[in-house]
T-cell receptor, first 116, second 112 residues
Framework: GAVVSQHPSWVICKSGTSVKIECRSL??????MFWYRQFPKQSLMLMAT?????????EQGVEKDKFLINHASLTLSTLTVTSAHPEDSSFYIC????????????FGPGTRLTVL | SQQGEEDPQALSIQEGENATMNCSYK?????LQWYRQNSGRGLVHLIL?????REKHSGRLRVTLDTSKKSSSLLITASRAADTASYFC????????????FGQGTELSVKP
């Protein structure tokens, strides 16, 4: 089956620093990738949808200048949390769609971000 | 809100019992999916039911979909301690880029 990886699996950083999270489709080309955020004991909330080679579409309430998304290739999307603060501590999960019309999404294992 | 609403929020049962979780929604959908998530881990895709389907089975899982009532249910039969996890329904709407909108989840605890 289609595999999506995320790196790193966890990261701890100081307040004010920027953190980059990578999402890779390992055995397929992902025309569309999605980024979700999940706070403890809560559901997944979609942050943005990114299509290769174009700007990401952010959900209402998500700051595009704070959460920078780059989908430069068909196998890699990155999420950069700029000037991270403790309230950005969360579980970030990406998913990818292979664009074959089924709209099936394959999920990465998630990245746990802790901002001190 | 397009988000699915799940009930119960938490469910505690004994091993061997059946567990039923419900998901209701307000918008038209193309399909509805169920996922499992163990604490602090990634998502596991369980089952997808299309809007023109009414029932689907996969092993000990049975999913129903009633588009007239905009509701779905997930039944886990003969539950096991290993079924302890959070379960989420997710709505998929193709004309919104295929994004998934997740319900709030049901936390299932199966006691041995």
């Amino acid at each position: 089956g289609a595999v999506v990886s995320q790196h790193p699996s966890w990261v701890i950083c100081k307040s004010g620093t920027s953190v980059k999270i990578e999402c890779r489709s390992l055995d397929f080309q992902a025309t569309t990738m999605f980024w979700y955020r999940q706070f403890p004991k809560q559901s997944l909330m979609l942050m943005a949808t990114s299509n290769e080679g174009s700007k990401a579409t952010y959900e209402q309430g998500v700051e595009k200048d704070k959460f920078l998304i780059n989908h430069a290739s068909l196998t890699l999307s990155t999420l950069t949390v700029t000037s991270a603060h403790p309230e950005d501590s969360s579980f970030y999960i990406c998913s990818a769609n292979d664009g074959f019309g089924t709209y099936e999404q394959f999920f990465g294992p998630g990245t746990r971000l802790t901002v001190l | 809100s397009q988000q699915g609403e799940e009930d119960p929020q938490a469910l505690s049962i004994q091993e061997g019992e059946n567990a039923t979780m419900n998901c209701s929604y307000k918008t038209s959908i193309n399909n509805l999916q169920w996922y499992r998530q163990n604490s602090g881990r990634g998502l596991v895709h369980l089952i997808l039911i299309r809007s023109n389907e009414r029932e689907k089975h996969s092993g000990r899982l049975r999913v129903t979909l009633d588009t007239s009532k905009k509701s779905s249910s997930l039944l886990i039969t003969a539950s096991r301690a290993a079924d302890t996890a959070s379960y989420f329904c997710a709505l998929q709407i193709y004309n919104q880029g295929g994004k998934l909108i997740f319900g709030q989840g049901t936390e299932l605890s199966v006691k041995p």
